[in-house]
Nanobody, 116 residues
């Protein structure tokens, strides 16, 4: 059974940092594009960042460029999202996604709240 388990969320103040992790129980993890998405209350889920299987290409939402960094460890079957200089508008539930052609798997999400 495929499982993606996110961790690392929490409550932080503006300007602080968090590091999210997603461990995937996936056969051939290194073939999947891994991504982080987020969904705030009343809003649609949006792409935050993704990374290709070879770790040679990344893609970021404009709102997080220069502040967030996605990375992956294909030995540990884990993808990370380093989030720096957090802002209140980053408050959302963050989801991990694994994609391979038309096959997608999602985690259950981890809550990130940025508030003073």
């Amino acid at each position: 059974q495929v499982q993606l388990v996110e961790s690392g969320g929490g409550l932080v103040q503006p300007g602080e940092s968090l590091r999210l992790s997603c461990v995937a129980s996936l056969f051939n993890f290194n073939k999947y594009v891994m991504g982080w998405y987020r969904q705030a209350p009343g809003k649609e889920r949006e792409l935050v960042a993704d990374i290709n299987s070879a770790r040679t290409a990344t893609n970021y939402a404009d709102s997080v460029k220069g502040r967030f960094t996605i990375s992956r460890d294909n030995v540990k079957n884990t993808v990370y999202l380093q989030m720096n200089t957090l802002k209140p508008e980053d408050t959302a539930t963050y989801y991990c996604k694994a994609g391979f052609f038309n096959v997608n798997y999602w985690g259950q999400g981890t809550q990130v709240t940025v508030s003073s």
